[in-house]
């Protein structure tokens, strides 16, 4: 037996305590992480120090140098997604319903933990704190595989949780685990006997290959390609405040807008002036050839680049006919994370939100708010664009499954069968 194999045997089998720790219990533990996050903060930069200086040497893109920072504001942000998930109802051993299918025998629906998660996420230490946090309240262990950029960064800040919860009940100890290189994934995603899903955090290429190489299910989205369109009805000023929000507050997210749209009848009142101030921070737009003369500086779209998550300052824009060619746009090259409206009308409204196959929709707002946190949940282990189990952001619920409890008083088959079979009542109860 490997030695990963034996660490993930420890933590399958710590996974069945975990699930049925207290709400207090876990709730004492989120505080001390936020305590032993601010009260070693020193160190934790420090070792991200290291990280950003051998990134910058490495000629890693701006962008993603700035997605790699763990400051104060970082600290900030995951101190308070614990806060939040602390206040937040424990989601374990919840009775979801109750059905009563003959007197004294009784089948209830309750909420359970999933059991052991694994996680390989981007070169974010931030991602690392909201994944253990949100593991710690659903009751599920982690394994955690972050981007080598982050290296130091990760093993600090694991190490840095692993002592507080740990501290505050040893029964902690094995329920996260953290690893580091190529090698383990590859081992990883053949224990589908330790792990019940692994969630993968990067680029299309990447998810598909997780998704390929392993027999334990996969939940998580493989792009980002964000879409605004903005409607013949939309207020102008509304729109483009939206819209250089989407695009240019962090770039190098997965729901920053990738495309633009705009109906052909607003298109010269909006483009001229959005354009300059786009490219005032510096964005590069491709544009269709309907309006590429709104800008010198825009170069003429490719079909591949409707397909582009850029996370970075570039910007697909083109104009649509109507709102029925918008949403064919979106469906057709949209990756089903999270597409926006900016509109006054409301028969606009409800056929975007309707017709557009996505996992959130925006209306005159942000793709930005499309997150964990800023949703309430939170925090959030990452956004599925699957169909099944968990939708969108995926925070405290997307990490619960459920289970059937029939607890009867001697009942047995046989009597509900045959020719004078008792009837099931099949009542549901409040």
């Not at 660490?7 to 207290?22: D, H, P, T």
């Not at 969630?199 to 879409?227: E, M, T």
Request: glycine letters at 6%; charged letters at 25%; aromatic letters at 8%.
């Amino acid at each position: 037996m490997s030695d990963l194999e034996e660490r993930l045997k420890k933590i399958k089998q710590a996974s069945v305590y975990s699930g049925n720790f207290s709400a207090e219990l876990k709730n004492k533990a989120l505080k001390a992480v936020a305590t032993a996050l601010e009260n070693q903060f020193k160190e934790i930069k420090e070792a991200n120090q290291k990280d950003l200086d051998e990134a910058a040497k490495s000629g890693l893109a701006q962008p993603l140098l700035k997605r790699l920072r763990f400051d104060e504001d970082k600290l900030h942000d995951v101190v308070s997604g614990i806060q939040g998930l602390v206040k937040l109802d424990d989601p374990v051993n919840r009775k979801l319903s109750s059905v009563l299918l003959d007197d004294g025998l009784v089948l209830t629906k309750v909420s359970v933990a999933i059991g052991v998660i694994g996680v390989i996420f981007e070169s974010r230490p931030d991602a690392l704190v909201q994944i253990a946090s949100l593991c710690i309240k659903s009751g599920n262990c982690a394994v955690l595989k972050g981007g080598s950029e982050a290296l130091h960064s990760n093993r600090k800040l694991f190490e840095v949780i692993k002592n507080a919860v740990s501290e505050v009940d040893v029964r902690f100890t094995d329920t996260l685990a953290l690893i580091e290189t190529r090698e383990d994934v590859g081992e990883l995603l053949q224990y589908n006997k330790y792990i019940n899903l692994i969630i993968p955090r990067g680029s299309n290429a990447f998810v598909q290959y997780i998704q390929k190489n392993s027999l334990i299910p996969v939940l998580g989205h493989a792009d980002g390609i964000c879409h605004i369109y903005i409607d013949k009805y939309a207020d102008i000023d509304k729109a483009k405040r939206v819209v250089i929000d989407a695009k240019t507050q962090y770039v190098s997210v997965c729901n920053a807008a990738e495309t633009l749209l705009v109906h052909k009848d607003i298109a010269e009142k909006v483009l001229p002036s959005l354009f300059a101030e786009l490219e005032a921070k510096k964005v590069k737009l491709h544009c269709c050839e309907r309006c590429v003369a709104y800008s010198p500086n825009a170069v003429l779209a490719t079909d591949e680049d409707w397909k582009t998550e850029y996370l970075d300052y570039e910007l697909s824009v083109k104009i649509v006919d109507g709102i029925e060619e918008a949403v064919l746009h979106i469906n057709t090259y949209g990756s089903g994370h999270t597409d926006g409206i900016i509109t006054e009308n409301a028969e606009s409204k409800t056929y975007f939100e309707a017709y557009t196959d996505t996992a959130s929709v925006t209306v005159n707002c942000s793709t930005r708010f499309a997150d964990g946190f800023r949703y309430g949940m939170g925090a959030e282990v990452g956004i599925s664009t699957n169909k099944y189990h968990a939708r969108g952001p995926v925070g405290l619920d997307g990490l619960i499954i459920y289970k059937y409890i029939l607890e009867g008083d001697g009942h047995v088959v046989s009597d509900y069968v045959g020719t004078n079979a008792k009837p099931f009542k099949h009542r549901k109860l409040s």
